[in-house]
């Protein structure tokens, strides 16, 4: 099963890394793979979000994020978003912003890095709603209980998320980008309005695809429920064949949870091809690293979700909101200071760590009560 998940990851890597020394030497290679080990340790947290959405879609969609969703990963938020940033930020036309991409690798790097603010505010508000809307929401299982609890309390207010999020913008905007350091270090720069334009983005953007999404979810839901309902009314023994129906989204409610997976995606990569500049400013260097780290990324969503793994281990999809919260904070604060990439992907990695083996304590605790019956067992997060 290893080898059939990763079996295309592992296949990219050696043709990349290929290619990568015939075109740029053995330094080329080295820069290559330091950018896929990047992209790995700062995302490994994406892998468990997305496979507790991913493991809601039928088979074709989980087929789909692994084909045309690398696609889109790989050659749009690697290699085109960027070009797209500098064409707007820097008002120039399409082909002269592949230009300067692709023949001006100083300027380049410091049009991109001049609309960091902008990135940075848009992809930290969209992580930050799914931080909040994952704790203000009460569920059966909880790994930090003391906090969980009342947070679930406040979570009663419909719009809080949205409230605190719009507060966290504010501030950031008043505090991290009146400001901010210009490329060359020498003087600031006030993008305090930008911040606040790019973060209502992210904040909009969350709520019509993460909204639109849970809108057909629910009803593909209910017409299940409906449905099953008439079984059990005609014939009692088929009552149970309605059980799981979560757990294979299609048609609108599965189109809808691939972009909000693409958006995610987007929004932790931001911070990956931001924190390239620090190896390289070479654009095709830069998009082959990222891209085979977002590969091995998408497999190991399929990994998660194929050996069910967030159901064993449940606290896992608490460690990564968690992670995807401090994120969000971090985007916010590199606004106006540089945050190195080993502290964010650290954080995320601890916080994983520490979920997981709070999972093995509880899967031993649950074994030790007796037989496993009891009604303390639960194998699901309550997603």
């Not at 938020?77 to 230009?99: S, W």
């Not at 719009?159 to 060359?184: C, G, K, M, Q």
Request: net charge negative.
């Amino acid at each position: 099963m290893l080898l059939k998940t990763f079996g295309w990851s592992f296949a990219i890597t050696a043709a990349g890394l290929a290619l990568a020394g015939v075109l740029w030497g053995w330094q080329g290679l080295a820069i290559v793979a330091i950018l896929s080990v990047l992209e790995i340790s700062l995302s490994f947290d994406n892998a468990v979000i997305n496979a507790g959405i991913l493991r809601k879609m039928n088979p074709f969609w989980q087929k789909m994020f692994l084909t045309l969703g690398i696609l889109i990963a790989v050659f749009g938020m690697r290699l085109v978003f960027p070009v797209v940033i500098v064409a707007i930020t820097a008002k120039l036309g399409p082909i002269e912003a592949v230009r300067v991409a692709i023949q001006d690798h100083d300027r380049y790097e410091a049009l991109v890095t001049s609309a960091h603010p902008a990135i940075a505010a848009f992809g930290g508000m969209f992580l930050l709603m799914i931080f909040l809307d994952f704790i203000f929401e009460d569920r059966d299982i909880k790994w930090l209980a003391w906090l969980e609890k009342p947070l679930a309390k406040l979570g009663k207010l419909d719009t809080l998320s949205v409230v605190v999020s719009l507060v966290v913008l504010v501030i950031a905007a008043t505090t991290f980008a009146t400001a901010v350091p210009v490329h060359d270090g020498e003087g600031t720069i006030d993008k305090a309005s930008t911040v606040l334009l790019a973060g209502i983005g992210g904040l909009i953007t969350y709520l019509i695809v993460g909204g639109v999404s849970d809108f057909f979810e629910n009803r593909l839901e209910e017409a299940d429920e409906d449905e099953e309902g008439a079984e059990e009314d005609a014939a009692p023994a088929a009552a149970n064949k309605g059980t799981g129906s979560v757990v294979g989204l299609a048609g609108k409610a599965a189109f809808f949870m691939f972009l909000y997976l693409e958006v995610i995606d987007a929004s932790f990569s931001f911070d990956g091809v931001i924190g390239a500049f620090a190896i390289t400013n070479d654009i095709f260097v830069m998009a082959l690293g990222l891209g085979i780290g977002a590969m091995y990324i998408r497999s190991l969503t399929v990994f998660l979700v194929r050996k069910g793994t967030l159901d064993d281990y449940v606290y896992l999809e608490h460690g990564a909101h968690y992670a995807i919260g401090a994120l969000a904070v971090i985007l916010l604060i590199s606004i106006k200071y540089e945050i190195p990439e080993v502290v964010t992907g650290l954080i995320g990695v601890v916080l994983i760590g520490l979920s997981f083996m709070s999972s093995v304590m509880r899967n031993r605790r649950e074994a030790g009560d007796g037989d496993g019956s009891g009604s303390k067992v639960e194998v699901t997060s309550g997603v």
